[in-house]
């Protein structure tokens, strides 16, 4: 790995700070050659700061350390991006990350899906959704058209249609979701569970 902390004439390079885990952005920080190298050999993230002009580990003083997990250098040599476990707050004002977010696992689209079936459910309506209309008929109507959909994915595996096997995996995942809800989980919980199996 060869970065070019001279492209700037300050020796310094951007360090995007990313949580292995969940893929959320925590921070932004620079890092000379001799960060970097201590980075490398303590396996805590380390920074130069610009306002102490020194080198600073975080969690130095508040024991929230960035434990190095990766590094990847970007295509031009001159930017990191450095995947960490974080301890604790990311923030020096207590928040996750530098963005007041929280560091929650998140799967993109289908976390998004989740938020809308939750709304359906807690602002029941019925005749107007899909979904409301299920968790109206309770949980053996949803279990039910999970069945339906596993098997339905069966069929069209063992078949030559990939379109076909894609949209009845589309309608199995999404009335799975909906089962999750209606028995009080979200997919973060299988997700814990496959975690730990996996220790």
Known sequence: MTINFNKNNDGLVPAVIQDA???NVLMLGYMNEEAFNKTKESKKVTFYSRTKQRLWTKGEESGHYLNL?????DCDNDALLIQ???IGATCHKGSDTCWNESNNENFGFVSKLETIIADRKANFNPEDSYVSSLFSKGINKIAQKVGEEAVEVVIEAKDDNDDLFINESADLLFHYLILLQAKG?????VVKTLKERHK
């Open 69 to 73: 997990v990766d590094i990847k250098l």
């Open 84 to 86: 960490v476990n974080p």
């Open 185 to 189: 989980f979200t997919l973060k919980d």
């Open 21 to 23: 885990i969940t893929k």
